[in-house]
């Protein structure tokens, strides 16, 4: 199956392929001037195997996390590969989750002013979220992904047989993003999520795929609160404020933080009579796809100045409006909400 869609009219193409497919294709595709980067935790995979014996003087093996994306570490991965010998058209093939993806990305935008990039994400996030869109980045020692380009790859390709090696718990992250799509567009994969028989996960991949491109035509942030990029953010105000205010000492991860944010979000617009009876749904949702739902825990009296006082660090506000995703009864949308409701509004939801 492929999917090909345009961003700023250049097209993004997506192939589903199984792991024989893929080796056929990579081992025919890749040459000797190309650059290949592995996340640690997939050097076990058969098909890794055979690239890394193959193309061994080409490749780089980093293990994908956070960290990875600064620039001491761009640097020092930089002046690797141009040691490797590089031309312009080499190309950078990458393998791992959104770490290894976007910190790749931007070592591809920025080599001899941009090479091509060919991405094979391995986790279910990069599958569905960071793999879509073009945006590259590494983190600022201020703040998350405040380097970056916006940069197409060349190609996806999306081989979920890599999912069988995924931690469980990075398989319910990347539902995390699964079930927002369903919430803040897509009916027919909140269908699929809530079914109680076996769905392909290439067909969740597929919609979700559908449906962020719903979101992402142009790199910029639209104005109409229908079809805005910030849409994507449904759940990430409070997610976010939850995860850096780290109150239990980082034991949250990224997509479960979200399902939390998604939660108090969620409760928000039931507030506004927005939509009446989602909020338990969503919980039974997130509980089928082993997330967190255990949102007072993280979000109550004593945490909400906390809370409020990160959102309007995040946003750099003070006393002003929040662009806020709330859903309604089709799909999500944007609402201002000045710092100081959003602080009563959370004392009310508690
Ligand atoms: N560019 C974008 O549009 C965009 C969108 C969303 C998120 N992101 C970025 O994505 C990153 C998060 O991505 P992530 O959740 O994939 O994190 P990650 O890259 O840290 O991967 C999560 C964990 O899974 C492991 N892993 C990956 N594939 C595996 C496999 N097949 N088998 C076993 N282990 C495997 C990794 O080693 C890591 O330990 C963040 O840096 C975030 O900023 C970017």
Request: hydrophobic share 40%; with cysteine.
């Amino acid at each position: 199956m492929k999917i090909k869609k345009l961003i700023d009219r250049k097209a993004h193409e997506f192939e589903f392929v199984n792991i024989a497919q893929l080796e056929k294709k990579l081992i025919n595709d890749i040459s000797n001037l190309d650059i290949l980067i592995f996340d640690r935790s997939i050097i076990k995979n058969r098909l890794v195997k055979k690239l890394l014996y193959k193309f061994s003087s080409r490749s780089l093996i980093i293990k994908g996390e956070e960290k990875i994306k600064s620039i001491q570490n761009y640097s020092s991965l930089i002046e690797k590969i141009i040691k490797k010998g590089i031309q312009r058209k080499s190309i950078i093939y990458s393998f791992g989750g959104g770490t290894i993806g976007d910190l790749s990305g931007f070592l591809a935008s920025t080599i001899m002013r941009g090479i091509e990039h060919v991405m094979i994400p391995t986790s279910l996030l990069a599958m569905v979220d960071s793999a879509i869109g073009g945006k590259t980045g590494i983190n600022s020692k201020f703040g998350k992904n405040l380097i970056g380009t916006f940069n197409l790859p060349k190609k996806v390709y999306i081989s979920s047989d890599f999912l069988k090696s995924l931690p469980k718990r990075e398989i319910s992250c990347g539902f995390a993003e699964i079930i927002k799509y369903s919430l803040i567009d897509s009916k027919q994969l909140h269908k699929l999520l809530i079914s109680k028989s076996k769905i392909h996960i290439n067909k969740l991949i597929k919609l979700s795929i559908d449906s962020k491109f719903k979101y992402i035509d142009d790199y910029r942030e639209k104005l109409n609160s229908k079809n805005s990029r910030a849409i994507l953010n449904f759940g990430h105000t409070i997610g976010h404020a939850i995860e850096k205010s780290n109150f239990y000492k980082g034991n949250l991860k990224h997509g479960e933080a979200i399902s939390l944010g998604m939660i108090v979000e969620l409760k928000i617009s039931s507030l506004f009579n927005y939509c009446p009876e989602k909020v338990t749904n969503l919980i039974e949702l997130l509980k089928k796809y082993k997330l967190p739902v255990n949102y007072s825990k993280y979000v109550n009296k004593k945490t909400i100045p906390a809370l409020i006082k990160r959102i309007a660090f995040d946003k750099k506000i003070i006393n002003k409006d929040v662009n806020f995703v709330l859903i309604g009864k089709s799909g999500g949308f944007i609402k201002k909400i000045s710092i100081r409701d959003l602080k009563s509004i959370l004392y009310q939801i508690n």
